[in-house]
């Protein structure tokens, strides 16, 4: 017990080398979501007014039951934005973290001196995967990012871990 309060000890003084915290992107905002689902709403208002008008009554229902659908899915696609992955380099260990959005937490340790940092690219849309590959074993990581923003995060986290492998110069005070 007494090591393992050591071992966290000694990775908490370790500089940090690389962090980064990959969050799901959302384009539109609640005021956006606000200002989509009043006029959607308003849209399907009148033209459900109009059918009820022309005698076909349950027409309106459909409508309104669409205004419910689009706010349903709305809903539930900014309750699964909390999902986020954090990405941690220091010189001796590679943390990936990855919540989703429920809270579930899984956690990855690895040694950066083993991990080699893979990706899966097409010739049009560019990067589509980012892969952490160590003693055989695949972690899929930044699926949140589109092909440009994989690959600036595949740049600069290879170079945390070229700078891993390098180690970290330390000073001696004496």
């Known amino acids: 017990m007494a090591s393992d309060n050591l071992v966290a000890d000694n990775a908490e003084l370790e500089p940090t080398i690389f962090s980064a915290v990959i969050t799901p992107h959302r384009s539109l905002g609640h005021t956006g979501f606000i200002v989509l689902m009043a006029i959607f709403g308003g849209i399907s208002f009148v033209s459900g007014m109009l059918f009820l008008i022309a005698g076909a009554w349950p027409v309106f229902g459909f409508f309104g039951l669409d205004v419910a659908l689009l706010y349903w899915a709305f809903r539930l696609n900014y309750r699964h934005a909390a999902a986020y992955e954090e990405v941690k380099v220091t010189p001796s260990t590679l943390t990936v973290r990855k919540v989703s959005h429920r809270g579930q937490q899984r956690e990855w340790v690895l040694n950066p001196l083993w991990v080699k940092l893979d990706?899966?690219?097409?010739?049009?849309?560019?990067?589509?995967?980012?892969?952490?590959?160590?003693?055989?074993?695949?972690?899929?990581?930044?699926?949140?990012?589109?092909?440009?923003?994989?690959?600036?995060?595949?740049?600069?986290?290879?170079?945390?871990?070229?700078?891993?492998?390098?180690?970290v110069p330390r000073t001696n005070f004496s």
């Open 119 to 167: 990706k899966e690219s097409h010739e049009e849309y560019g990067i589509e995967r980012l892969l952490l590959v160590s003693r055989g074993k695949h972690l899929v990581i930044a699926n949140f990012l589109g092909p440009d923003e994989k690959a600036s995060f595949a740049q600069e986290l290879g170079n945390a871990l070229n700078e891993a492998k390098r180690g």
